[in-house]
C-alpha cells in the first residue's frame, strides 16, 4: 500500500495519507459528477453511459450498490455543475454539455435546472425538472461551480464556458459572472459582489466552507492561458477576496480536483490538466497531472503532498475528490486519464475509484 506525507508547517505534527484502489468497486460505467449523500452515507455520481441509470458509492463498504431506478434522469452530459443541499436532503444540477448518441459533446451548452430526491425523501428517488424563468437566469454553460450555501438557502453557480466568442460565434466562452439560485423558490438572481471578481474561467476547481460561509475557487483555464490564483468569495459579506497564498503552490491547470477538509481546516487538491511543455512534447511527459496538494486555511500556505511507494496517486483531470466527514477519509472518482479527447471519449475514462485515507 503506498503512502503520501502531508506536511502542514511547523506548527502541526507530520501526517500521511494512505491511497488505497477500490478492491471489486469499480463503477460499472463513467460518470461526470459526484456529491455526498451524508444523512444515507453515499456518494450519488451522475453516469454517462446509460441514460437511466446512476451508480452510488456506499461510505461504508467503499463498494457501489445496485444502480438505483429512477423515475427520470437528466439527459447524459459533460461538465455540468453538482452540488448538495444538506437541509434540504436534495442534490441539483445545472448546465453542462448534452451528449449525442456517440457521446459527442454537443457544442452548445444547457442552461436547464434540474433537483434530485433520495429515496427516503417524501418526493422519491428521482430527478425532475425544475421550471424557471425563461429570461432570468445564467445562459447556458459547462466547466462552471456550483455551491449550496444550505445555511442561507441559495445556491451560488461561478464562471463556466458558455461557447461563445467575445464576437457571439461558436467558440470557447469562459465568463466570470456570479448567479445565486433562491432554494426555497427556486428562483435565480444576479449577484453584484463587492470587489474585483476572479477572471473569466471554466473547468476550475471549488470548495465551501459551511462554517465561515466561504467560496473558494481555484485554477481554471481562461482561453490559452490556465490559473493558479486562490480567490474566495465570502458570502456573509457579498465580497471577492484574492488570496495571498504563501509556499510552493501548484503549477496552473484546470480541471483539477478540489474539496474542504473541515477537521484539518483546510483545502485538498488533486490532479487537474497542465499546459503541456512545447519542450517536453513526448509521451513519457503528459499534461495529465497526479500530484496532491493541502492549502492551510489558517496560514493561507499551499504544502505539496510527496508520493512514496508503488500505489501513488492516479494521472487524472475532470473527476470528483468527495471527503467523508465521519471516518475523515476521501473518495478519488472518475475523471479522464488522457489529456487527449478521441471523438467518442473511449477508452480514456477511468472507472477505478480510490480510497484516501488520512493516517496519523
Not at 457544442?107 to 435546472?113: A, H
Not at 487538491?269 to 486555511?297: E, I, R
Request: hydrophobic share 35%.
Amino acid at each position: 500500500m503506498g503512502l503520501l506525507s502531508f506536511i502542514f508547517g511547523s506548527k502541526k505534527p507530520r501526517q500521511a495519507l494512505r491511497v488505497t484502489p477500490l478492491e471489486h468497486s469499480e463503477a460499472p460505467f463513467a460518470h461526470h459528477g459526484a456529491v455526498v449523500d451524508p444523512k444515507r452515507r453515499e456518494v450519488i455520481c451522475l453516469a454517462t453511459s446509460f441514460p437511466d441509470k446512476m451508480p452510488a458509492l456506499c461510505l461504508e463498504s467503499g463498494t457501489w450498490r445496485d444502480r438505483l431506478s429512477l423515475v427520470r434522469l437528466p439527459q447524459p452530459r459533460y461538465r455540468p455543475a453538482l452540488s448538495w443541499d444538506t437541509k434540504g436532503h436534495r442534490a441539483f444540477l445545472f448546465g453542462g454539455r448534452l451528449l449525442d448518441e456517440n457521446r459527442v459533446p454537443n457544442v452548445k451548452p444547457e442552461r436547464d435546472l434540474w433537483v434530485y430526491y433520495p429515496p427516503d425523501h417524501e418526493e422519491g428517488c428521482a430527478w425532475y425538472p425544475v421550471r424557471v424563468d425563461a429570461l432570468s437566469g445564467p445562459p447556458g454553460r459547462s466547466g462552471c461551480s456550483m455551491t449550496c450555501d444550505s445555511q442561507g438557502r441559495e445556491a451560488f453557480v461561478f464562471g463556466g464556458d458558455t461557447g461563445k466568442n467575445s464576437l457571439g460565434q461558436p467558440g470557447f466562452g469562459p465568463r466570470n459572472d456570479l448567479w445565486s439560485l433562491d432554494l426555497e423558490k427556486l428562483r435565480w438572481r444576479k449577484v453584484q459582489g463587492i470587489g474585483a471578481p476572479p477572471s473569466a474561467r471554466s473547468n476550475h476547481a471549488s470548495a465551501y466552507d459551511p462554517e465561515l460561509r466561504r467560496i473558494y475557487i481555484w485554477g481554471g483555464r481562461m482561453g490559452g492561458e490556465f490559473d493558479r490564483a486562490m480567490w474566495y468569495y465570502d458570502i456573509v459579506g457579498n465580497r471577492w477576496h484574492a488570496v495571498c497564498a504563501s509556499g510552493l503552490a501548484p503549477s496552473p491547470r484546470h480541471g483539477a480536483a478540489m474539496v474542504f477538509v473541515a477537521s484539518k481546516n483546510m483545502i485538498f487538491l488533486h490532479g487537474g490538466l497542465a499546459a503541456a511543455d512545447a519542450k517536453k512534447k513526448s509521451k513519457q511527459v503528459s499534461p495529465t497531472q497526479n500530484d496532491a496538494w493541502c492549502f492551510d486555511l489558517d496560514t493561507m500556505k499551499w504544502s505539496p503532498v510527496p508520493s512514496v511507494g508503488e500505489d501513488a496517486l492516479p494521472r487524472r483531470w475532470g473527476h470528483t475528490v468527495v471527503h467523508d466527514e465521519i471516518r475523515g477519509n476521501l473518495f478519488l472518482l472518475g475523471g479522464l486519464e488522457s489529456d487527449e479527447l478521441d471523438a467518442k471519449m473511449e477508452g480514456i475514462w477511468s472507472f477505478q475509484s480510490y480510497n484516501l485515507e488520512f493516517a496519523a
